[in-house]
Antibody, heavy 117, light 108 residues
Framework: QVQLVQSGAEVKKPGASVKVSCKVSGYTLTELSMHWVRQAPGKGLEWMGGFDPEDGETIYAQKFQGRVTMTEDTSTDTAYMELSSLRSEDTAVYYC??????????WGQGTMVTVSS | DIQMTQSPSSLSASVGDRVTITCQASQDISNYLNWYQQKPGKAPKLLIYDASNLETGVPSRFSGSGSGTDFTFTISSLQPEDIATYYCQQYDNLPRFTFGPGTKVDIK
C-alpha cells in the first residue's frame, strides 16, 4: 500500500524559505495526485495546493500564490513543497496527502515548521 | 470560493451517547463531501467519503448523510477512542479543496 514519509522538523527565521519533502513508497509518484495541507498550532486544516491530473498542472490556493512551489522528482518518487518569505504565521505542521477522487486517504506523518527569530 | 461551516465547534458527551455534527456548504456541492478524524499529534484519517460511504476498516458506528448544502456526521455510540477533532471537507470544485473548521469531541 502507499506510504508517505516526510522530512524532519525545521526551524527557520522570518524571511527565509523552507523545503519539505514527501517520499512515496508502494506506488510511483506518477500514479498519484499529491497535495499539501497545513495546520497551525491549535488550528484547523488548510489546503495549500496540489497536482491536477486533468491538465497535468499544479494549482495553489490563492492565499499562497507566489510564495509556494510544489515540485516532484519522479526519479526518486519524492514530492516537495517549498514556501518562501516565511513569517511567524507560517508556523505549522505541513502534511502531504493523496487519494482517489476528492478524498485524502493517505497522509504523511507531518513536518513541523517553526518560524522564529 | 466555497466556504464550509461546522457546528458545534466542540461538544462533550458520555460514552454510549449518540453524537451528531453538522456541516454546511456555502453553495450546492452535491455529495462531494468527506469526513476526517484527527487525534492529537496525528495526521487526519478519512472516515466517510462521498457524504455517506464508510471507508474500509472504519467502525460502523460512524455514518454520514446529506447532499446539497447540508450534511450530518453521526457517531451512534460514542467510545473513548473516538475523542478527536472531526473535519468535513468539500471537493466540488476539484482540484481545489476546502475543510470545515472542525468539531472537537470530548468525553463528559
Amino acid at each position: 500500500q502507499v506510504q508517505l514519509v516526510q522530512s524532519g522538523a525545521e526551524v527557520k527565521k522570518p524571511g527565509a524559505s523552507v523545503k519539505v519533502s514527501c517520499k512515496v513508497s508502494g506506488y510511483t509518484l506518477t500514479e498519484l495526485s499529491m497535495h499539501w495541507v497545513r495546520q497551525a498550532p491549535g488550528k484547523g486544516l488548510e489546503w495549500m495546493g496540489g497536482f491536477d491530473p486533468e491538465d497535468g498542472e499544479t494549482i495553489y490556493a490563492q492565499k499562497f500564490q507566489g510564495r509556494v512551489t510544489m515540485t516532484e522528482d519522479t526519479s526518486t518518487d519524492t514530492a516537495y513543497m517549498e514556501l518562501s518569505s516565511l513569517r511567524s504565521e507560517d508556523t505549522a505542521v505541513y502534511y502531504c496527502a493523496t487519494g482517489a477522487g476528492g478524498a485524502f486517504d493517505i497522509w504523511g506523518q507531518g513536518t513541523m515548521v517553526t518560524v522564529s527569530s | 470560493d466555497i466556504q464550509m461551516t461546522q457546528s458545534p465547534s466542540s461538544l462533550s458527551a458520555s460514552v454510549g451517547d449518540r453524537v451528531t455534527i453538522t456541516c454546511q456548504a456555502s453553495q450546492d456541492i452535491s455529495n462531494y463531501l468527506n469526513w476526517y478524524q484527527q487525534k492529537p499529534g496525528k495526521a487526519p484519517k478519512l472516515l466517510i467519503y462521498d457524504a455517506s460511504n464508510l471507508e474500509t476498516g472504519v467502525p460502523s458506528r460512524f455514518s454520514g448523510s446529506g447532499s446539497g448544502t447540508d450534511f450530518t456526521f453521526t457517531i451512534s455510540s460514542l467510545q473513548p477512542e473516538d475523542i478527536a477533532t472531526y473535519y468535513c471537507q468539500q471537493y466540488d470544485n476539484l482540484p481545489r479543496f476546502t475543510f470545515g473548521p472542525g468539531t472537537k469531541v470530548d468525553i463528559k
